[in-house]
Nanobody
Framework: QVQLVESGGGLVQPGGSLRLSCAASGNIVSIGTMGWYRQAPGKERELVANIISGGSTKYADSVKGRFTISRDNAKNTMYLQMNSLKPEDTAVYLC???????????????WGQGTQVTVSS
């Protein structure tokens, strides 16, 4: 069973920063693309950023220049450094892995439980 645990969310003032983490646990052999998504109330879930195992990244236009995604393959952990936060960044942020090899079994499209980010003065 794939377990993805997010942490680092919270309440921050506009212009502030937060760092999210997503840790995968278990008998992990390999992890494919890792990504951060977010979902605000009444809105569809959207991709914030993703990163492949080799390190190439992709960002939503709304966060380019403000957010940085990274991963530590040795720790099976992904990060999202969020700077210059805006009220419109308020959402539940969810971790996703497109595929993960645990033991001899592949698991696809796995999600964490989400962490709330609120940007407000």
């Amino acid at each position: 069973q794939v377990q993805l645990v997010e942490s680092g969310g919270g309440l921050v003032q506009p212009g502030g920063s937060l760092r999210l983490s997503c840790a995968a646990s278990g008998n992990i052999v390999s992890i494919g693309t890792m990504g951060w998504y977010r979902q605000a109330p009444g809105k569809e879930r959207e991709l914030v950023a993703n990163i492949i195992s080799g390190g190439s990244t992709k960002y939503a236009d709304s966060v380019k220049g403000r957010f940085t995604i990274s991963r530590d393959n040795a720790k099976n952990t992904m990060y999202l450094q969020m700077n210059s936060l805006k009220p419109e960044d308020t959402a539940v942020y969810l971790c996703n892995v497109d595929r993960i090899l645990m033991g001899i079994r592949w698991y696809y499209d796995s999600w964490g439980q989400g962490t709330q980010v609120t940007v407000s003065s």
